[in-house]
Each structure stands twice: as structure tokens, then as C-alpha cells.
């Protein structure tokens, strides 16, 4: 297939139209590339990371560093992969449009623009975890349709001297558009539609818990503001690598426990059902989390007890790590002794009565107490490896931070916000703070740095829970700065010294300016 054509293209050519046509090129090539991606995760065929878009994306953030991702989520927050996806098509277009402007110069050159992205991609899809051969046809064919549809706009017709007419042009580009648009939204529906996830969700069917959790009628303070003792699942954070929420359907979940056991386990959906399940209410909070931050959710979880797992794998007793894997390949050590009887880690299955929302890890994911999400809440999880940390190293830490990491005691003010205006006489100030393994004996508060003054705690079903605190404040009128700190139940404070995020999670006080009138 001769793709340089016979004849180069006319110096004449309008700059716009040679522009249109690199970004009509560029769409059909995406538009191809992720309409065949989807189809082939549709029938199963291959690993099903063959987007070139979503692969390029994830081989972004594998290598970006610590403080730029920090960054991301303190900017972006849980909207950060969308902006990075969008941040790529911005891009994508861009090239598009040069490989349109080269071409115009030079369609051989041009064609060249295309095919060093197409191998960009293609090794970006190659070099994800568990990629298989078959996943980097979506990109080879999507270029060459691509290359094709570059070519015949930038071609002069046979015989013709003056180049395309703005007629014919306008009718190739047409065509090309058309095509990009078909592929792009059958794409889309084929994403839509590839394992029936819903579907599967919809059909799962919660067993009774043999542990069922009972809340203190007082965890819920009357404060109008404050965060809720319970996070609702479409309110409660997401923090993680997946660009595109992997679709795992229950039927075809599959546990794998190994490394460094007496025996090999292999658990399925409907074997975990039947497993004696329990209740257990914990709150749990990324690394990323500043001081004051909401990167944190508290919620009722359903699961089986990770340490009754374990007991019938018989881990060597000189193991003290298990590194979990994703279903798209993401990896979290976490401590041994960390998911051990009386932890209450689970497999979870359900999430506040519900089973869990896809983009929280449906089918199964894990919840760890104490720990930060990025050394235990692994979602989608597919296999757990008994190890060591002196022979295995999980996704985050050679990216700056480390392998383990509890949580740190943290208290928050919910109530007023920052720059409120609030009316003088008495005002409740009220938040919430936590220290999993131990529980808050006692938050306090002083205005302007002034004395502290002791706080009221809402009740609190366990130690690995957040609780809600307020305090009654006579509000004078004038600007005034509020600070909190909270004590565990050992008597040991908050850290009050500021520390960056890297490596193991922030310190510092949380503080608000208010306004009294």
C-alpha cells in the first residue's frame, strides 16, 4: 500500500484546509482505534487496555512525580483525571492539526507525524500490566485509517494541477468527519455496553451480615454544616490511577491468594457470598489529604474478615507484607500485622447497605483501617501475595513515598467556613477529627490564639471511626482566626508542626478565618 501517493501536495493548499484535514485524520484515527478497543473487550479478546487514549493516560500518570500528582488532586481534586483526559485531547488535537500543516509542506513528512504518535501509543498500550499482543491492534488500524484519510485530503486528484477544489474538499472532509463521528459514538455505546456491569450490580443480592453494626443514637450532631457522621456513596471521596473505571462483572470476579502461604486459595463471587460476612463502620482517608481537607468518608462496609482469609492460607511466619493487584494492574503493600485478627480489614462487597458503586471498586474491594488508602484500599482487587518489603515493592513507593503508612491523627472545622460572616453572640463551632487504632478522647479549639478550650464529642461507635465535635463560642464582633486540635485516647495531641504530604501524610493544625458582625 503505497501511502505517500504519487504526486505531493500543492505549496497552494489553504493553510486552514491542510489544518482541517491533520484534525479530521486525527479524529478517525481515534474514533477507529477506541471503537475496536471496545469491541474487543465486548468479546474478550486480549486484556482490554487497547484505547490508545486511556493507555497514553495511565503511562502519564505511572511516571509522574510525587509533587506534581499532589498537585493534581489539591487543584483538581476527584475532577483530576478528567482534566488529564482532557489535557490529552487538547493535545491530540494540536498534533493533529501540525501533522495537517506539515503534510501541506510535505505529505510524506506529514503521514511520518502520524505514525510516530500511532508508535507512541502502541507502545504505551504494549507496556501496560498484563497487556496482551491482540491490544495494540486498535492503534495499528486506527493509524493506518488515519494515514489513509490524511493522505486523500492532501492528495491532488489525478491529473489536476490546482489541487482539490474547495467542492471536492469539502466533500472528502465530509466523509473523513462522518466517519470519525460514527466510530467515536459507536465507541461509546460499545464502552457503554461491554460487561453489563449494571446489570451485574443490580443483581447481587446482599446476604445478611452475622456481625451487624448498630449506631449510637448521638453520633449525629445537630449542627447544621458539619460533615455527616455517615458519607453518602455518590458524596464520599475518589482518589485513584484508573483513567477509565475498570467494569468488572461479580461472575467474573476471581480472588487469587498466594506467595508465600502454606496453601493457594481461589475465591469467586458466589464463594464470598456465603462466607459468614460482617458489618464494620470505618472511616477511611487518602495520603493527599491536607490539613482540613475532605479527602476522607466514613461508611458502614459489608465484607468478609481479611484475617479469616488468611488463617486458611497459612502465611510463613517470616511474612509481613501482602501486596494486592487491581484487575488493571495496580499494586498496594500493606502491613501483615495490619490485617491481622481484631484490625477488622475486610474484603468488602457493600457499602453503606448497597453493593459497592462501580468507581468504588464493585465487585470486591479492600478497606483497611488505620492506614492510608494508598498502603490498603485497593478496589477492583483480583489478588492478594504474601511477601516480605525486602522482595516486593507496590505501585507508590518509588514514587516518593512510603511503604508503610498509618494514619495520622487529624481534626477538621466544618463549622463556620473560611471568610463566613458570622453574627455575634453565641456560635457553634463544629467538625470532625479522627485517630483510627485508638479513638479521640478530647478535641479542643482556641479563637486568635488564645487558651485552649474544651470541645463536646458526639458519641462514636469504635476506634476506627471519625468523630463530630462542637464547641459553643461567644462570638465578638471583628475578624478572628478559629484553630482545633485533637488528643487520641492515649493522651498523645495532634501534631501541631506542619509537614508536605510526601512521604507518609501531612501534619498541622487546621484553622479558618471568620468575620463576626
Not at 147 to 157: G, N
Not at 192 to 211: C, F, H, I, M, Y
Not at 295 to 317: E, H, R, T
Not at 387 to 400: C, I, K
Request: proline share 6%; glycine share 10%; hydrophobic share 45%.
Amino acid at each position: 500500500m503505497n501511502l505517500s501517493g504519487t504526486a505531493s501536495t500543492p505549496h497552494g493548499t489553504p493553510r486552514a484546509q491542510a489544518a482541517l484535514a491533520g484534525v479530521l485524520a486525527g479524529a478517525l484515527t481515534v474514533g477507529v482505534a477506541d471503537l475496536l478497543a471496545a469491541l474487543l473487550v465486548r468479546f474478550r479478546i486480549g486484556s482490554g487496555q487497547g484505547s490508545p487514549v486511556i493507555a497514553v493516560g495511565e503511562a502519564f500518570v505511572d511516571r509522574t512525580p510525587g509533587w506534581l500528582k499532589d498537585l493534581a488532586i489539591r487543584t483538581f481534586g476527584a475532577n483530576d483525571k478528567t482534566v488529564l483526559l482532557v489535557s490529552i485531547g487538547v493535545v491530540l488535537l494540536v498534533l493533529a492539526l501540525v501533522a495537517g500543516l506539515v503534510a501541506r509542506v510535505r505529505l510524506a513528512a506529514g503521514l511520518g507525524v502520524v505514525v510516530l504518535l500511532a508508535a507512541v501509543a502502541a507502545a504505551a498500550v504494549a507496556t501496560r500490566p498484563g497487556a496482551s499482543p491482540l491490544d495494540v491492534l486498535p492503534t495499528l488500524v486506527g493509524a493506518v485509517a488515519g494515514l489513509l484519510a490524511l493522505r486523500a485530503l492532501m492528495t491532488r486528484p489525478a491529473g489536476s494541477t490546482q489541487g482539490w477544489s474547495r467542492r471536492a474538499f469539502l466533500r472528502g472532509a465530509g466523509a473523513v468527519g462522518a466517519g470519525a463521528l460514527v466510530t467515536g459514538a459507536a465507541s461509546r455505546v460499545a464502552t457503554g455496553s461491554v460487561t453489563d456491569v449494571t446489570a451485574s450490580r443490580a443483581a447481587v443480592r446482599l446476604p445478611a451480615a452475622v456481625e451487624k453494626v448498630t449506631l449510637p443514637a448521638g453520633v449525629q450532631l445537630p449542627v447544621p454544616g458539619i460533615t455527616p457522621f455517615t458519607t453518602k456513596n455518590s458524596d464520599f471521596y475518589r482518589v485513584d490511577t484508573a483513567l477509565s473505571v475498570p467494569r468488572l462483572r461479580a461472575e467474573d470476579w476471581r480472588l487469587k491468594v498466594h506467595g508465600m502461604v502454606g496453601r493457594e486459595l481461589t475465591l469467586t463471587y458466589a464463594e464470598l457470598l456465603k462466607l459468614p460476612l460482617v458489618e464494620r463502620v470505618t472511616t477511611i482517608t487518602c495520603v493527599s489529604n491536607e490539613v482540613g481537607g475532605d479527602l476522607a468518608g466514613n461508611a458502614v462496609w459489608l465484607g468478609y474478615p481479611i484475617s479469616d482469609l488468611l488463617q486458611q492460607v497459612a502465611p510463613a511466619s517470616d511474612a509481613d507484607m501482602v501486596l494486592s493487584t487491581s484487575v488493571d494492574g495496580m499494586t498496594i503493600s500493606t502491613p501483615l500485622q495490619n490485617l491481622t485478627v481484631g484490625r477488622d480489614a475486610l474484603l468488602a462487597i457493600a457499602m453503606n447497605g448497597e453493593p459497592l458503586p462501580v468507581e468504588h471498586g464493585f465487585p470486591v474491594r479492600m478497606v483497611v483501617p488505620g492506614l492510608y488508602g494508598y498502603v490498603s484500599a485497593t478496589k477492583w482487587v483480583t489478588d492478594l501475595k504474601v511477601t516480605r518489603f525486602d522482595r516486593d515493592q507496590a505501585y507508590w513507593t518509588p514514587r516518593g513515598y512510603s511503604a508503610k503508612a498509618p494514619i495520622k491523627l487529624a481534626s477538621r472545622i466544618d463549622v463556620p467556613g473560611s471568610f463566613a460572616k458570622v453574627p455575634k453572640g453565641k456560635a457553634a463551632v463544629a467538625g470532625v477529627a479522627w485517630a483510627q487504632g485508638t479513638g479521640i478522647s478530647r478535641v479542643q479549639v482556641r479563637v486568635d490564639a488564645g487558651p485552649w478550650a474544651n470541645a463536646r464529642l458526639a458519641d462514636a461507635p469504635g476506634k476506627n471511626t471519625w468523630v463530630q465535635w462542637v464547641w459553643e463560642w461567644d462570638a465578638r464582633p471583628g475578624t478572628h482566626s478559629l484553630e482545633c486540635r485533637a488528643f487520641d485516647a492515649n493522651g498523645v495531641p495532634q501534631i501541631s508542626a506542619s509537614a508536605p504530604i510526601r512521604p507518609n501524610g501531612t501534619t498541622g493544625l487546621d484553622s479558618t478565618s471568620v468575620q463576626v458582625v
